[in-house]
């Protein structure tokens, strides 16, 4: 009972509902200005990939994350409660979505899907991925540790893990596929589904790794033999590697200036404003540029982490789990590849990349978010919970 | 409550285990990114400022030129050549200077390449010597290191296989010039050539295909590491001429050592079958720059080699007129088939006197019998009865004086006179104006070609137009196909009247062709004959019934024959003109009477084997028997 006074005692909106204004203070307003001041990166990294231009890049991308700003907010608006009632609903359409992608869409097929996706079109597998988590943390938002240790109460979670990602691989897109079946991992580990159960998952597919290679498509296993051996394929993607490496490499620590990197005036690296947009940043602003777009990067993460812990709901958790992590693997595969870490995937780095799709998937993610920021102390009002 | 904040508490632990694998994975990338950006910061600077790629374009192979059996009228041949990158020189002077030690260059191309590479965009290679031979290439190759930007590329050159024999049809090709060149980048690459007359002219966009580029990748010493990319660009498009490269030999032989023209068409379609013009030139000397004191002999040569006669000479027609003249008098009702004239061997009007040739009197005379004998004062009298603009009307129809619209460049229409044309040049038209018009004389001026039109329309009663070109890239071009040609809009009886007089004039003995008859059974040959005066003979030299054969050569009259065959069944036209020939009986008609006979016989016209098939037949010799 002391505890229940002391959280009323830090709750001041217990009531199911509270106005607007009030809902417009408890947005995280360094969160909106992380995300801002990285939106202000890309502009910067746009302009210099057109040599110093507004046009074709910067301007129209400008324009797209406003609109995505506004969509953010709105959502944000949104009470929680009526944001967890549509996730199962959310799952299906994105499922629908999928499906529909599979008979009349135009996915680009191989290595060109990484060529840009334009206008405010949105690929059905980046919605799929909060829809997920969200459906996911609906799902367990009342579990008890002993129903997470059970194999017949989650099996239901792992399936709705398991089609979206089939529907994926069978775009294809091995990248997003591989990302969505980590986001619902991470999303049931953070609902108390037992760790050695992941561990034994990444041990099976560790041994079946030959196996799913030999039934990959053949562009697939070019990335990662390419990745192996950047050199064996000089005109491909070997060399998008190579090139990125080069840029990264003679930025130095504080860059080549801001538009006179030679890598990127010069155009070794085609359509840069895109998966390569951060090699921009880092030749002509160097390792000490590159280390505040990673801080910013991180901010974000962290941000969303606080909100994942700051929420007294399950579902709220769950959810910001979820799409810290979504981010977080953005940033990671997309600067692994930069890198040459990981296979060239076609992820962009989200916030900075040129293009609509994956901006306008993060945004609707970070709208979420902040509405599980504001409504972080409501109460799910069924029964047993307190 | 309790369950609630114990999942909160095991939540937050893992929630956090999972954000801190994350933050050591961002740890490590920030780890890698100092590793490349600052420990091997120097490696890859020294890389990217290696880096360079540089984009040439690369000329596409010009497409051939075959006549209509597939025979090679223009070719390529493979030659090297030397190419500058300024953008893959570090320092291009210097190499310009190592270039020229090694290899000599006159210095008009010294400046050349100067303005060359002042002029050209990057990416376009700039031209330092064709047809490099193999002490240069040695030298270049030797001193690579010293030559950064310097391309040794093999390139083509155009070849005529016959040479002066279809020069006039096939045409040659030139360098473009600055203008050109500046208008079309591409054209300014090394190799790439403009088609200047001809078929090389009129066709000359489907002949030159698409340029390729190379991409390759240099060191900071400019030399080529690896090339990135290429593609070898579309290569022109086959160009089959409708012409017969036997018959236009035979064309060339026959004129021999005479300056003048053939014209020989499909009357049915209106194919150039062989279009010879003599003196000729040898076309490959274009591709290489023609020497000087070459150009200066055609300049000054009063024969005009470079002129094609056939298309852009102008001459009097003489009496190949009167067919037209018939056909405009049948048509106004000036004559009718029954018209008689009385020729006394002279036309008085008013103090002046109008000779008939030779000063034969013909006597009474229908039009048939005019045409027969090439009356001149029966057709001085229709034309009176005429008009000349009812002449001038009839000869549009048959493509005289007029522009035929036709493929081949550089064509110069020619002139029939009308009195709107009379007036606006300020000539007063006395009726003697319109006397000589009835014997093309006087002020009409027509190409051969126009005279082969005019035969080949009266024989076939199509409007048929001339052209070259029969198939692109093997496809049958629309003027070539069955059908292509509108009707003729006259009166098919007119010219049945008109064709038996021409029928006559060949194989009635009485006739001015007859000596041209065809020896081949069963086949008739149609024509007229015709010679144009160039010199306005003297009062003393008409009264003594002067030989021309004593007269200078530049003053002895133009002579002219056309002819179709088969009469019955016309599908060979042919128009031929010896400049200063004398008679058209005499020089004229035997050259259409041998290239008939060689026609009826082959009938290229007949057959058509398509592109993709081998040549089927070595060029044809002529038949000795048919030389006369």
């Known amino acids: 009972m002391i505890e229940h006074a002391s959280l009323s005692y830090r709750r001041p909106f217990r009531e199911r509902s509270f106005g607007l204004a009030r809902k417009l203070m408890r947005v995280n307003w360094l969160f909106v200005l992380c995300v801002c001041a990285l939106a202000g990166v890309g502009y910067a990294a746009l302009y210099s990939a057109a040599g110093g231009s507004p046009q074709p890049y910067a301007q129209s991308q400008l324009i797209r994350f406003c609109g995505a700003l506004v969509l953010m907010i709105c959502i944000a608006m949104v009470d929680i409660r009526f944001i967890a009632k549509l996730s199962w609903p959310a799952w299906i359409f994105g499922i629908l979505l999928l499906i529909a992608v599979m008979k009349f869409g135009h996915v680009g097929l191989g290595a060109k899907r990484w060529m840009t996706v334009g206008g405010v079109e949105v690929q059905p597998s980046e919605l799929m991925k909060l829809f997920l988590a969200m459906a996911l943390g609906h799902y367990f938002k009342r579990a008890t540790p002993e129903q997470t240790g059970n194999l017949l109460f989650v099996m239901p979670a792992i399936l709705a893990i398991l089609v979206p990602m089939g529907l994926i691989l069978k775009e294809p897109n091995l990248g997003t596929a591989v990302i969505t079946g980590t986001i619902g991992a991470t999303v049931m580990l953070g609902a108390g589904v037992r760790w050695w159960w992941f561990a034994l998952v990444v041990v099976v597919i560790a041994v079946s790794a030959p196996v799913i290679y030999h039934h990959l498509h053949a562009y697939q296993k070019a990335r990662i033999d390419i990745f192996l051996n950047p050199g064996s394929d000089p005109l491909g993607a070997g060399y998008n590697i190579i090139q990125s490496k080069i840029a990264l490499g003679s930025g130095g620590f504080f860059g080549q200036g801001y538009l006179h990197g030679t890598q990127n005036q010069l155009n070794f690296l085609p359509e840069k404003q895109t998966d390569f947009v951060f090699t921009i940043v880092a030749e002509e602003f160097g390792f000490f540029g590159s280390v505040a777009v990673l801080g910013l990067l991180m901010m974000i993460v962290a941000l969303a982490y606080y909100t994942a812990l700051s929420c007294s709901h399950v579902y709220g958790r769950l959810v910001a789990l979820g799409i810290a992590t979504n981010f977080f693997l953005y940033c990671f595969v997309n600067l692994s590849m930069v890198m040459g870490l990981i296979p060239v995937g076609g992820v962009p780095l989200p916030l900075i990349s040129y293009g609509g799709s994956a901006l306008t998937a993060v945004m609707l993610g970070f709208g979420v978010l902040m509405s599980i920021h504001v409504h972080r102390d409501v109460e799910f009002a069924e029964p047993g919970d307190f | ?628």
């Open chain 2, 1 to 628: 409550m309790r369950r609630q904040a114990k999942n909160r508490t095991g939540f937050s632990r893992r929630a956090l285990l999972i954000g801190a694998g994350q933050a050591a994975i961002f740890a490590a990338i920030t780890t890698r990114l100092y590793h490349l950006q600052v420990s091997e910061h120097g490696k890859y600077a020294l890389m990217a400022k290696q880096n360079s790629i540089s984009e040439r374009l690369v000329a596409p192979e010009r497409g051939i030129i075959t006549d209509r059996f597939g025979a090679i009228l223009a070719g390529n041949q493979q030659h090297w050549r030397a190419l500058f990158m300024k953008a893959m020189a570090p320092e291009p002077d210097v190499v310009l200077e190592n270039f020229y030690r090694l290899v000599p260059l006159s210095d008009e191309e010294k400046a050349r390449i100067t303005q060359d590479l002042a002029d050209h965009p990057g990416y376009i290679p700039v031209l330092l010597k064709d047809w490099l031979d193999w002490p240069d290439m040695a030298a270049i190759e030797v001193n690579t290191p010293n030559l950064p930007g310097v391309i040794v590329e093999e390139g083509a050159s155009r070849t005529y296989p016959l040479g002066p024999v279809a020069a006039h049809a096939v045409g040659y090709v030139g360098r473009p010039n600055q203008q050109e060149a500046k208008q079309d980048a591409v054209l300014a690459l090394p190799g790439m050539r403009v088609g200047r007359t001809g078929a090389e002219d009129a066709d000359d966009l489907s002949l030159r295909g698409d340029p390729g580029f190379v991409q390759t990748e240099t060191n900071v010493h400019g030399e080529v590491m690896r090339v990135v990319a290429q593609d070898a660009g579309t290569p022109g498009q086959t160009v089959a001429l409708g012409m017969d490269a036997g018959l236009q030999q035979l064309a060339v032989q026959s004129l021999g050592a005479q300056t003048g023209a053939v014209v020989m068409m499909d009357a049915t379609n209106g194919e150039i079958l062989a279009m010879a013009s003599t003196p000729s030139f040898d076309p490959s000397l274009f591709d290489k720059g023609v020497p000087s004191d070459v150009w200066k002999g055609w300049m000054e040569d009063p024969k005009h080699p470079l002129l094609n006669k056939a298309t852009a000479g102008l001459f009097a027609p003489g009496s190949t007129f009167k067919p037209t003249v018939a056909l405009a008098a049948l048509k106004c009702g000036a004559l009718t088939p029954t018209t008689i004239h009385n020729c006394p061997g002279f036309l008085k009007l008013g103090d002046h006197i109008f000779w008939c040739d030779n000063h034969d009197a013909h006597g009474n005379i229908n039009v048939v019998s005019a045409l027969k004998v090439s009356c001149d004062v029966f057709f001085y009298k229709t034309a009176l009865d005429t008009g000349i603009d009812r002449i001038a009307a009839m000869a549009t129809i048959m493509g005289q004086g007029v522009d035929l619209n036709s493929d081949i460049p550089h064509t110069q229409a020619g002139l029939v006179p009308t009195l709107e044309w009379a007036r606006r040049h300020g000539i007063h038209w006395a009726q003697g104006n319109t006397v000589v018009q009835g014997i093309g004389q006087g002020y009409t001026q027509l190409t051969p070609m126009a005279q082969a039109t005019m035969i080949a329309r009266l024989a076939s009663g199509l409007a048929v137009t001339p052209h070259l070109t029969r198939r692109i890239g093997g496809t049958l071009q629309p003027d070539s196909l069955p059908g292509g040609a509108a009707p003729l809009d006259v009166d098919p009886a007119h010219l049945a009247v008109v064709r038996q007089g021409l029928f006559e004039v060949v194989n009635d003995p009485a006739g001015t062709g007859y000596g041209a008859r065809l020896t081949i059974p069963n086949v008739q040959m149609a024509g007229k004959t015709g010679t144009a005066q160039v010199h306005n003979n003297t009062a003393a030299e008409k009264a003594k019934n002067f030989n021309d054969m004593t007269m200078a050569w530049e003053q002895r009259p133009n002579a002219w024959f056309v002819a179709y065959a088969p009469a019955d069944a016309p599908r060979y036209a042919i128009a031929v003109l010896i400049e200063h020939g004398n008679y058209g009986a005499q020089t004229a008609a035997p050259i259409a009477h041998d290239l008939m006979t060689y026609a009826l016989l082959h009938d290229p016209a007949g057959r058509d084997t398509p592109l993709a098939n081998p040549p089927p037949e070595p060029p044809p010799t002529v038949p000795t028997g048919l030389k006369a």
